[in-house]
């Protein structure tokens, strides 16, 4: 990694602290490097404070920035762009966008089409180096942006290039999927509770059962092989598949993502 990459948040919310707390960890940019800047003053110095890094307005930002990450609400992104266009030198800047619905063409409307622009949608397991971030570029961006961005995000979990036309899909199963599960394991634990296990514990049992799961998907095994490896027929797993089969829990599983999806594309039109 070039260390002289230097680095500005514009909104410096949940989930750039998360990108911010990682980067300077894993030593990806040095704190000296990242900028941030934000509306909220009091906000701001504490911001400062916890991270060690400079707040500053946002022609400061874009003045000493090489890469300048977008990482307001999709809402704010109208007023924050009538701020930036007001801005001097963003020629030659790369810019990141980790903004769920909005659209490259809706950056290059403002930024011009020779912009370099990445959209990069990463989850809240970057925190613990477990992240999947989606990411979809246009057609400007050098190869030297396109490698230090995967190396970015890269440092804080997996990554997968997708075309533009699949980020909303692909957002709600990488971005909201977490909460969507958390959501699973929380339910998974109250029926333990409900049976007389403590509530850590219970959690803990779920928790693990998911993360147990996914890490042998992602080590390569196929869902139908372990199904059958798990579930003997007549046996203590197939009755519980018997009632998801019932309840047709798959179906209505992928409505909630087909759900996310969709509010995702409502962001951007
Ligand atoms: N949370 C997640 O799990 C997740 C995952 C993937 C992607 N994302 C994306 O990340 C983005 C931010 O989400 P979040 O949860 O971090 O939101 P958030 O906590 O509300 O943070 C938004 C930040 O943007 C700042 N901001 C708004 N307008 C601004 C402006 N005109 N100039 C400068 N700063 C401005 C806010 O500053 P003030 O508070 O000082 O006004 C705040 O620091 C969203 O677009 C979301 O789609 C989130």
């Given at each position: ?116 622009i990445i959209r990069a949608m990463p989850n809240i397991a970057s925190s613990v180096l477990e992240g999947m971030t989606i990411l979809t570029h246009s057609p400007a961006c050098s190869r030297d942006f396109r490698s230090f961005v995967n ?119």
């Open positions: 990694m070039d260390q002289n990459i230097r680095v500005g948040f514009a909104g410096f919310g949940h989930m750039a602290q998360v990108l911010c707390e990682v980067i300077i960890q894993g030593k990806v940019c040095p704190q000296s490097e990242i900028l941030f800047c934000r509306r909220d003053p009091s906000q701001m110095k504490e911001n400062e404070q916890r991270f060690g890094i400079t707040g500053s307005s946002l022609q400061t930002l874009v003045s000493k920035s090489d890469v300048i990450l977008f990482c307001m609400r999709p809402q704010q992104v109208q007023q924050f762009m009538g701020e930036l266009k007001k801005i001097q030198g963003l020629e030659g800047k790369w810019f990141i966008s980790i903004l769920a619905g909005i659209k490259i063409s809706y950056f290059h409307a403002h930024l011009g089409t020779h912009a370099q190396i970015f995000f890269g440092s804080m979990g997996e990554i997968a290039e997708l075309p533009e036309s699949m980020m909303d899909t692909a957002s709600a199963m990488a971005a909201s999927g977490p909460g969507f599960v958390v959501r699973l394991i929380e339910a998974e634990a109250r029926v333990g509770v409900k049976h007389g296990i403590p509530y850590e514990q219970a959690l803990k049992i779920a928790a693990q059962a998911f993360a147990g799961a996914s890490r042998l998907i992602l080590k390569g095994e196929r869902p139908m092989n372990l199904l059958n490896s798990i579930a003997t027929p007549n046996g203590v797993t197939h009755a519980g598949l018997d009632v998801m089969n019932k309840l047709e829990l798959d179906a209505h599983f992928q409505a909630v993502f087909e759900a996310a999806a969709l509010r995702a594309s409502d962001l951007s039109s």
